[in-house]
């Protein structure tokens, strides 16, 4: 399968985020047995958590091929985030399949606020057998009173919202279960035992003890007594993304694994040229792009409303044997190594085994494929003509609905809504410049723009009052129309609208004239909108450089309260501004009301992670754009002619060789000598 350009992106971005968030922590956070709350409130952020949830609940709307091939990216960093976050999904699909909508706006509503939902069906007695459930559901009234224990749940203790299978009918087995919405605040929940698990240690495993658990007649999914049938429905889809999983585990052991062998050398040779590893090496790369194949296939039918229960199935099996397979054959390419804790491989091999085991072992899928198998190839004529036709659609099938284009809209928690502006700027990446061997220049070409960094931390203080106030960010750039990159990244992590000042007639202005031109840029979008913005943010080398005037000089044009070089703000419950400056005495404390123009002062700061929605709105939206017809400033207050300060002329200063090249017959004399001319220099 080719994915199509919007979920190369996704893919991206995960990767990225995996590659510099979940890697390089999760030893960490394993060695010391700590659950990884920071790490996962990052995820939450981009949204890896509501992956699932469709666009009219608020969600990404992303489709099943999207969700299991991020799963996979997600399961290559680590098997217990990946489980703590796609459990959501295995939580809501039977939401999907049976729920009212008025009930899977509770569902998604309340999962979004508490993070974190968990399916409970597993018991003590009732593993692989559903069953034998023994939790039971009575009526009461309005209500069911539901009373039982479920064991080895995945986000057990952390969960704000379950799904949970109950007997509404003891005599009837499977026949007489149904399922229900359980909040985790209704008395009568809590949490039992927390597993110790060999692997998967970065997710928490629990008992969930529901003891005369009230719950309303309204939080029963679809009809009683047929819980067994959306269960089930449920684990065909959850079991192409366990198998996504298993190729997540492949594939970084495929990395990790050929990494090694190219360094290690054994006999004046890396052990990468021996041909049985490279056999082992080969056969793992070979099983992980069959097995990714595999639930891609099965979540295409998904996505189609076609049947897809048997290829579910060969997905699991196929993808988490695969997971096992290459762990333990990784193990055994890095030798010893492999077998220390110092590497990753053993842990990986910890990891993979878990997933032949859970939603349906790998024994169970097997039975699944040959009672599929069974119904296919029947001496029924009928049921084999049937068997022989294209699949039809299914309507039950739960499918992701296509992608809102409109900006998400944070619900305001407290106070005023905000509306700000951030005045930002476009600038070369610098850590992709590159200088020519030859003239010793810098080489800009093909050099991707970014946000300047030090405005990322303005827009960064916008985006946190905006998640307090739900409030609303606009950000404001001025430059040639390339400056519209800059302004898709302030989209892209939750900015609402973008203006780019772009006219030729603009060139050349110094800070007087630009901070001219954006104020009347702000004067203009104020009237346009009917509302003044009550706060200005510009970084301290916002737009115009490294001088940090702009935005003092906007303040006096608007006439507006400035705090300068603020290191951070607060709202407070008053509504004014708490700002905080560095003194040469520690820090300083200033209060300000709106509307109000602040600069800040912090050092590079990395923009936040985007979330999909927001990514996805980014890419589509439209960068508005403001010309000399909209931002009315006289020819001599703009340009050069509005400039007193010009540039006269711009050179290379020619490349001088300098230092000198200190040898020792060892470290210590090279080191001696080194202190020896320092101190001659009467620099020491």
Known sequence: MIFNEETQELLSLVREFVDKEIIPTVGEYEKRDEFPVELLDKACAMGLNQLCIPAEYGGP???????????????????????????????????????????????????????????????????????????????????????????????????????????????????????????????????????????????????????????????????????????????????????????????????????????????????????????????????????RQMYLHAAELMDEGLPFTMEAAIAKTFGTDTGMKCAVDGVQVMGGYGYMKDYPMEKLMRDAKILQIYEGTNQIQRSVIAGQLKKKYTDDPKAAKKAALPAAKKTEAPKTAAPVAEAPKAAPVSGKALNILVCVKQVPDTTQIKIDPVKHTLIREGVPAIVNTFDTYALEVALRLKDQTGGKVTVVSMGIPKAKDALRECLAVGADEAYLITDRVFGGSDTLATSKIISTAIQALEKKNERAFDIILCGKQAIDGDTGQVGPEISQHLDRALVSYAVGVELQEDGTLKCKRESDEGYDFYAVSAPCVITVNKTPFDLRYPSFKTQRFAKNAEIYELTSAEVVVAPEERGLAGSPTKVVKTYTPTHEKNGMKIEGLDGKAAADKLVGLLSDAKLL
């Open 61 to 291: 709307g992303l489709s099943n091929v999207q969700v299991f091939a991020i799963a996979e990216q997600i399961a290559r960093g680590d098997i217990g985030v990946g489980t703590t976050l796609i459990a959501n999904a295995l939580a809501s699909y039977p939401v999907l399949i049976a729920g009212t909508d008025a009930q899977k706006k509770l569902w998604f509503d309340t999962m979004v606020e508490k993070k974190f939902a968990a399916f409970c069906l597993t018991e003590p007695n009732a593993g692989s057998d559903a069953g034998g459930v023994q939790t039971t559901a009575v009526e009461d009234g309005d209500c069911y009173v539901i009373n039982g224990t479920k064991s080895f749940i995945s986000n057990g203790p952390i969960a704000g919202i379950y799904t949970v299978l109950a007997s509404t009918r003891k005599t009837a087995g499977i026949m007489g279960l149904s399922a229900f919405i359980v909040e985790r605040d209704r008395p009568g929940v809590s949490i039992g035992k927390e597993e110790d698990k060999m692997g998967m240690r970065l997710s928490c495993t629990s008992e969930v003890i529901f003891d005369n658990v009230r719950i309303p007649k309204d939080h029963l999914l679809g009809k009683k007594n047929r819980g067994f049938k959306y269960i089930m429905e449920t684990l065909d889809h959850s079991r192409a993304g366990v198998g996504a999983f298993g190729v997540g585990i492949g594939q970084r052991v495929v990395e990790e694994a050929t990494k090694y062998a190219k360094q290690r050398k054994q006999f004046g040779q890396p052990v990468a040229n021996f041909q049985a590893v490279e056999i082992m090496l080969a056969d793992m790369e070979i099983q992980v792009q069959a097995a």
